[in-house]
């Protein structure tokens, strides 16, 4: 190949190509001898204007300045290329430098770039009608939208590579993608999972003999094992593996690294303090160390841990500060909040309790952060399960659907040994195809109806997990935030200090109780549980104390609370839900009326229905909100005027109470003006 680049008299096109092929040849050896063949090949390209020639060679070496860790003129240098590709008419010059700079932007961890240029890659080898270079890009764009959090993009892109890479037998390609659906599983926290696609990937990898693969898997394995599922031993072994193939493979040394700060520490953890030491020390050697933010983190969080079991706190606090400025700069939220707790242990050793307090406190908001994204992940984690059982479904209606023609071949060959029996097979035939075609739209059906009940329960799911994850969450981090840090300070705190505390314990509790009582009652009615009883109710009588409930919170919130009800007015209700709906009524007023606002609760009686009105001189509503408060998978929720928490339950309730009395809800609302809530209930049912 070396003779060929040197041959002076070939023609251009044909010497930049061999320029490029040793040059490829080379990096993929590890050489950096790579970039002057680049050179070379980029000179000549631009002097005979072969922008095939430019682009290719502009790749190659962004290549090896990004191998290098140069990441300014890496950056640099794919950009002309990407000049130079856009203006040709050749798609696969285009996919080959979108494809990389994909995957360039994720290293850096420039995500939004990253997708870009990933999608166009994807595009761009849809238009080659190339299936290797479409999945290939395609599995690419997953790993981005893994590393931004969008795990259903991400497993509708795993879950079609593999489905193609198993047709067609592409095993290099399928042991990569069950690497990358085991990270996805790691991910959301799906242990079983994640444990499965790993162990796919090293099963096929057996026989594949990939020491790339092998390394990424035990290294993975590794992180599931320590970091979830809590064994030592297993991790420290799939570890040390992962170590042992980084030291022996050539551009290796971010997957050394990632094991080295794990290995550290399960040291730690297993007070094996020399080793260790060891491990932290040759992880601040590494000259990759200032460039991966997260595992520079994390190293300098295992030497303020090690420091700390030495009982050196100066120089444990000093590893600590180090590691929580790049927790924060790069929203590392787990390790941000580990950080802190290290901190605070190191105070409170220190006997400075104000300063552990604040770090207990800063490790709370960071741990309602990450349990909102807990939360998230386990809806996802949910919705991949029921997924994959309908997957597995659609494959035993498939399997059948095979099992059914199998049995029409075989009649077929039958009715080549005679006219007679091809006749009388033919009504046989007739009479299976009918019976399959009954069967087949039987399983149709079903099916239909379990889409109808499956989204119908979907949506029941998501609004249980939305109300927990918005209302239940604040109140629950209070008691937890609170208690600890009187657990931490009690003999420290004063009387008033405690009184405080309780004051704040007591308003979540209150805020709970409300909350979990629409939550029974509305689960109840979606049962069928709740009975409904109606009977002749005296309306001022039966609300009086509901009523008077709302008006010391309205005092207590400096708002002006008015009940005009008429002695004589009577309606058949169920007492229960009445009180019910008048209490999620006003307390709604209440939350967004500001101060010095005004309620007023009145009723009224015509030839037609009975009628309650609470109106309000809140911050109202605007038609977009609206138009959604009565709609279960809407997100009505907000917070009222000082900074009640809001689910949008209560009125959904409310409309699920009056449809079982026969009447109905309306809202008339202004932003700014206020609002007014009828609840109207029909003349036969107030004069039964």
Not at 149 to 178: H, M, P, S, V, W
Not at 443 to 462: F, Q
Request: proline share 2%; net charge negative; with cysteine.
């Amino acid at each position: 190949m070396k003779r060929l680049v040197n041959i002076k008299t070939q023609p251009d096109s044909a010497r930049i190509r061999h320029l490029l092929e040793y040059g490829i040849f080379l990096f993929d050896a590890g050489s950096d001898s790579a970039g002057w063949y680049a050179d070379r090949a980029i000179e000549l390209s631009k002097r005979t204007d072969n922008r095939y020639g430019a682009v290719r060679g502009l790749v190659l070496k962004a290549l090896q300045k990004w191998k290098n860790q140069n990441m300014k003129d890496a950056q640099v240098l794919f950009s002309q290329a990407f000049a130079f590709a856009m203006k040709q008419d050749d798609y696969y010059l285009k996919d080959l430098v979108a494809n990389n700079m994909g995957g360039f932007f994720m290293g850096l961890g420039q995500l939004d770039s990253a997708l870009k240029y990933q999608k166009m890659a994807v595009e761009f080898s849809g238009f080659l009608k190339d299936q290797d270079s479409y999945f290939k890009a395609t599995s690419d764009l997953g790993k981005i939208h893994i590393y931004r959090g969008e795990y259903f993009e991400a497993a509708e892109k795993f879950f079609r590579a593999r489905d193609y890479y198993l047709k067609n037998e592409q095993f290099e390609e399928l042991i990569d993608t069950y690497i990358n659906l085991g990270v996805l599983f790691l991910e959301i926290n799906d242990t079983k999972n994640s444990l499965k696609n790993f162990k796919e990937a090293l099963t096929l990898n057996k026989t594949a003999g990939n020491k790339e693969f092998e390394k990424f898997i035990y290294s993975n394995l590794g992180v599931l094992y320590l970091t979830v599922i809590k064994d030592y031993d297993s991790a420290k072994i799939c570890l040390e593996k992962s170590l042992m193939l980084a030291n022996q493979l050539p551009g290796a040394e971010n997957t050394a690294l990632v094991a080295m700060v794990n290995l550290s520490a399960i040291a730690i953890e297993q007070k094996q303090y020399p080793e260790a030491l060891n491990y932290l020390n040759r992880i601040m050697e590494s000259p990759l160390i200032n460039l991966q933010f997260y595992e520079r983190a994390s190293a300098l969080a295992n030497f303020a841990k090690y420091h700390i079991q030495q009982g050196n706190l100066n120089l444990a606090e000093k590893y600590a500060e180090e590691a929580i400025v790049l927790a924060h700069e790069h929203k590392y939220l787990k390790l941000h909040e580990y950080i802190h707790r290290l901190l605070a242990q190191i105070a409170e050793m220190k006997n400075d309790y104000p300063k552990a307090h604040m770090h207990l406190t800063e490790a709370g908001i960071l741990k309602d952060s990450l349990l909102n994204s807990d939360i998230d992940k386990k809806i996802i984690e949910a919705t991949f399960d029921i997924s994959l059982r309908q997957k597995e479904h659609e494959n035993a209606i498939l399997l059948k659907d095979n099992e059914i023609q199998e049995k029409e071949i075989r009649t077929q060959r039958v009715i080549l040994t005679g006219i007679v029996v091809v006749l009388l097979l033919l009504v046989v035939l007739l009479l299976v195809i009918s019976k399959n075609h009954k069967r087949l739209k039987h399983i149709n059906d079903v099916l239909d109806e379990n889409n109808r009940l499956l989204a119908e329960s979907n949506l029941t799911k998501d609004k249980f997990f939305s109300i927990i994850s918005h209302d239940l969450r604040n109140p629950f981090n209070a008691f937890l935030n609170l208690t600890q840090i009187m657990s931490d300070q009690f003999n420290n705190m004063s009387r008033d200090e405690i009184f405080e505390f309780n004051k704040v314990m007591s308003s979540s509790a209150k805020k709970l109780y409300v909350l979990l009582e629409n939550l029974l009652e509305w689960s109840m009615m979606q049962r069928g549980a709740m009975p409904f009883n109606p009977e002749l109710l005296n309306l001022k009588k039966s609300t009086f104390q509901t009523l008077e409930m709302a008006k010391d919170l309205a005092i207590m919130k400096g708002v002006n609370f008015e009940v005009s009800i008429p002695d004589e007015i009577e309606l058949l209700a169920d007492d229960k839900m009445l009180n019910t709906m008048i209490r999620n009524l006003t307390s709604n007023a209440v939350k967004f009326t500001p101060e010095q606002g005004k309620i007023l609760v009145t009723a009224s009686k015509n030839h037609k229905s009975v009628e309650i009105v609470v109106q309000d001189t809140g911050i109202g509503m605007s038609p977009e909100i609206k138009d959604r408060l009565f709609v279960l998978d809407a997100n009505t929720g907000r917070a009222g005027t000082s900074g009640e928490p809001s689910s949008g339950l209560g009125l959904i309730l409310c409309q699920e109470f009056m449809f079982k009395h026969g009447g109905s809800i309306k809202v008339d609302s202004e932003v700014g003006t206020g609002t007014s809530l009828y609840l109207s209930f029909p003349f036969n049912h107030a004069e039964e």
